[in-house]
């Protein structure tokens, strides 16, 4: 993958990101680690405009591009939580259509399905046509669906619990990196999910790294 094919673009230039090599290393080597069951998960906490999200934005690419599929692999799922203030059905929808398009961008090596289609349900279709339907993504797929119907009692927890759920099944690693972590709370979001994370960074097959300001977390 060249220099422009990142699946997220940095937002700092090589030649003066020259100080955070050790944080790289650290997450790159602690995401691979998890395939061994020898990882927790972490939080990186910072001042804004401190660097934290180029960090995990080039961390993410690097496990894309690097890994060698033939060999166990840990799957990168990169998720922004949005400074607006959006409801519960539709945070969850989002958490799991961005779920399904990591996974399947990964699975494929086709970075195009992080934006395209964006008709959620025509992506769906994509992936049941081209990747085998594991337990695991059969779990995720039908998450989404009933998402979308309405038809799901607590979707958030349902959505946060999803990246565990399927490694399980599955028995995979996936690695979920969060960024700005402190917009989980008021005023971005009118209703708790944070005690839902409680049981999902637990799992050994699924580590979250997470980043959020020191000043509002």
Wanted: glycine residues 2%; proline residues 5%; hydrophobic residues 45%.
């Amino acid at each position: 993958m060249s220099s422009n094919q990142n699946v997220i673009e940095p937002l700092v230039p090589e030649e003066v990101y020259t100080d955070r090599q050790e944080h790289l290393d650290y997450f790159y080597k602690a995401a691979l680690k998890a395939i061994t069951r020898r990882t927790m998960s972490t939080v990186l906490l910072g001042q804004r405009r401190m660097g934290k999200t180029e960090i995990f934005t080039r961390v993410v690419n690097r496990l894309f591009s690097e890994q060698n599929h033939q060999e166990e692999v840990v799957i990168p799922v990169f998720f922004t939580f949005p400074e607006e203030n959006i409801t519960r059905d539709s945070f969850a929808l989002q958490y799991v259509e961005n779920f399904l398009r990591w996974f399947s961008a990964f699975r494929l090596r086709n970075i195009a399905l992080l934006k395209t289609p964006h008709n959620l349900n025509e992506l769906i279709e994509y992936i049941e046509k081209n990747i085998p339907i594991t337990r695991g993504l059969f779990i995720a797929i039908d998450a989404a669906k009933a998402i979308i119907k309405k038809g799901v009692v607590m979707p958030a927890q349902v959505a946060i619990m999803l990246p565990k759920d399927v490694a399980y099944a599955d028995d995979i690693t996936i690695a979920m990196f969060l960024d700005e972590f402190q917009n989980t709370r008021l005023p971005h979001l009118d209703f708790s999910i944070v005690g839902f994370f409680q049981t999902s960074v637990e799992s050994p097959r699924c580590p979250h790294f997470v980043t959020g300001s020191a000043m509002s977390i």
